[in-house]
């Protein structure tokens, strides 16, 4: 019975670190799939096509809306994304598929700063001002040229998705 007990708690063992490496291997592809998403869109056309106007037309607040459209348009390709947004070199919201959240100063925020230089993935956090949970993934937009830095690119994704790979719901 002693060596019964032992042999199902060693095989219990054995089953569950099994089923951990499966869900840190999908938790993992999935975190690869939303960087190469965010990363995709700060190199499309559209909005580098918009983020050169913008910067052409710094007064005009139509260049604003004109990099709005593509934003809005690129979140109903991207499902796990509710909210896409571009930082300027200042760290503030100059456009947004949510247009209530343009001006918002982010200039010390870990997605503003960590993705002036690469593909970055926050924590998992609560908002302070709205109490949403919210989740962000950051990537540089650099100009093709040049090789400067244009705008932070940042992806607002829902922190749902991940409890339902997580779960096996998805």
């Keep these: 019975l002693w060596f019964g007990r032992i042999e199902i708690r060693d095989q219990t063992f054995r089953q569950l670190q099994i089923m951990v490496a499966g869900a ?43 990099l709005n459209r593509p934003l809005a348009a690129d979140i109903k390709n991207f499902p796990e994304c509710v909210e896409m947004f571009v930082l300027d070199l200042n760290g503030r919201v100059i456009a947004s598929s949510d247009a209530s959240n343009t001006g918002k100063d982010l200039s010390e925020t870990d997605c503003f700063l960590n993705g002036q230089k690469t593909v970055y993935v926050s924590d998992i956090f609560r908002e302070e001002e709205t109490g949403r949970i919210t989740w962000l ?34």
């Design 24 to 66: 840190e291997a999908l938790v993992l592809d999935y975190l690869n799939y939303l960087k190469i998403q965010t990363s995709g869109y700060s190199a499309s056309k559209p909005i580098m096509d918009a983020l050169k106007k913008h910067y052409r037309h710094t007064g005009n607040n139509n260049s604003a809306r004109v």
């Design 137 to 170: 993934i950051s990537c540089p937009v650099m100009d093709i040229r040049g090789n400067k830095l244009l705008a932070v690119l940042v992806s607002r994704i829902n922190p749902v998705t991940l409890s339902d790979i997580t779960t096996e719901r998805k």
